[in-house]
Nanobody, 125 residues
Framework: QVQLVESGGGLVQPGGSLRLSCETA????????IGWFRQAPGKEREAISC????????DYADSVKDRFTIAGDNAKNAVYLQMNSLKPDAPAVYYC??????????????????WGRGTQVTVST
């Protein structure tokens, strides 16, 4: 069973930063395609960012471009989502997911095979 574990969420003020981590002890992340998604209560899950195996390419939702950065850490077998200049928003759970097939960076949740349980992020005063 694939197990992804997200961490790093919390309460942050508008304009602040958080770094989310996605880790696993089950497989080597640099050989997988990883995506970050978020979901607020009552809303659909939306794509935030993705990175292909061996960090070949990345993609971002328009709403987070130039503020968020996705990157892998091979030594720690982790993928991070650095979030800067956070904007006030409803609390949302951020999920990481793994996609085994394909070479392209996918921003579609249906392309992903396994998910973590999420970490909550709240941007508020």
């Amino acid at each position: 069973q694939v197990q992804l574990v997200e961490s790093g969420g919390g309460l942050v003020q508008p304009g602040g930063s958080l770094r989310l981590s996605c880790e696993t002890a089950i497989f080597t992340m640099k050989y997988a395609n990883i995506g970050w998604f978020r979901q607020a209560p009552g809303k659909e899950r939306e794509a935030i960012s993705c990175i292909t195996r061996n960090a070949g390419s990345t993609d971002y939702a328009d709403s987070v471009k130039d503020r968020f950065t996705i990157a892998g850490d091979n030594a720690k077998n982790a993928v991070y989502l650095q979030m800067n200049s956070l904007k006030p928003d409803a609390p949302a759970v951020y999920y990481c997911a793994v996609r085994w097939d394909g070479a392209a960076c996918s921003m579609s949740a249906s392309d992903y095979n396994a998910w973590g349980r999420g970490t909550q992020v709240t941007v508020s005063t």
